[in-house]
Structure formats: C-alpha cells, structure tokens
C-alpha cells in the first residue's frame, strides 16, 4: 500500500484540477447564455442551457466537498490521528483506508 500522505496529496492535485475544469466549463456555459436570448421556460435550447449549469454546479460542489474531505484527512495526519475512528477511537482498518483515504470512522462505526 502506497503512502497515505502521497496518495491524499495526489487525490488532491486531482481534486483541484477537476475543480478547475468544472469551474471553467460553467463559467462558459453562463457566458453562452449571457449572449443568447433563451428563455428556460419556452425555448427548446434554454431548458439544455439551464440542465448543464445545473449539472456542472453539482459536479463542482461535489469535488469542493471532496477536496474539504481531503484537507482534513490530511490535517488528521499532521495531528498524528490519521486512521484512528472518530467515535470508538479504534484503528481503521487498513483496506478501508485504501479504498477510501478519507475515511473518518472504522466500519463498525460507519
């Protein structure tokens, strides 16, 4: 199993760079929408319009979260509580930290 400080860095420069691609895909999404005259409600297009900024706004509240996720992981690791259970204070077992880094509680507790 890799480092877990390692792998939570690199989940988060991936974090990042998703979150600035969401960021710039709804940045011009709004923008196209400034220039046409679709109304959400009556115009066939409008409706799309109005689904992928919807979408888009989902997906980068999704990976802000995850990156608010990973930011205390590691803050966990500097405390020197990484991988020990927030409400039975138990090590969390291993697998559970590789298939989820952030993971907060061990399974018994989850």
Do not use: W
Request: glycine share 4%; net charge negative; aromatic share 4%.
């Amino acid at each position: 199993m890799d480092d877990p400080v390692a792998r939570l860095e690199r989940e988060r420069r991936e974090t990042l760079k998703r979150l600035a691609y969401l960021s710039d895909d709804f940045a011009q999404v709004v923008a196209a929408s400034y220039d046409s005259n679709a109304d959400d409600e009556h115009d066939p297009e409008g409706a799309t319009i109005a689904f992928e900024r919807s979408q888009l706004g989902a997906l980068a509240d999704q990976a802000q979260r995850r990156l608010t996720e990973i930011d205390a992981a590691l803050e966990r690791v500097a405390a020197g509580t990484y991988g020990s259970c927030e409400r039975c204070h138990r090590p969390i077992a291993a697998d559970r930290l590789h298939a989820r880094p952030v993971a907060r509680t061990c399974t018994g507790c989850a």
